[in-house]
């Protein structure tokens, strides 16, 4: 789902934060998510809509508490675009730390940002 992005989740990413309460409301600002749960462990879990059918969120905020913790998540999450071009511009105005848009061996372009607790995020087009 879009709601105004030019960026698509194709699955749930999960980031760290050592303030998820911080970082939830920068993801929420930043994407136009929307909480709508809190799991027993502390996560954090925001959406694109409402809907309360789909139980798997878009973005997982998860307390960062240790460096085990850290570990778990060690691996950037990947948001996907059509218009690499557009979603650089779209990002570039909402987060300084955007970098260039960069091209892999095997044809994809991507960029990547980072968020306030220094996760980085890879936004990709794949070719096709």
């Not at 709508?36 to 798997?56: M, T, Y």
């Not at 997982?60 to 691996?75: C, G, H």
Request: aromatic fraction near 12%.
């Amino acid at each position: 789902m879009w709601f105004g992005r030019p960026c698509y989740f194709g699955d749930s990413i999960a980031v760290g934060a050592r303030n998820p309460e911080a970082a939830a409301t920068w993801y929420q600002k930043t994407f136009g998510l929307r909480r709508f749960k809190n799991s027993k462990d502390g996560e954090i879990w925001l959406g694109s809509s409402e809907e309360r059918h789909n139980p798997n969120p878009d973005v997982a905020i998860v307390p960062v508490r240790s460096e085990e913790d850290q570990k778990r998540l060690s691996e950037h999450p990947i948001i996907f675009t059509n218009n690499i071009t557009k979603a650089h511009n779209w990002f570039s105005e909402r987060v300084p730390e955007t970098g260039p848009i960069q091209n892999d061996s095997g044809g994809n372009a991507f960029f990547r940002f980072r968020d306030p607790d220094g996760n980085e995020i890879e936004v990709c087009r794949e070719p096709g």
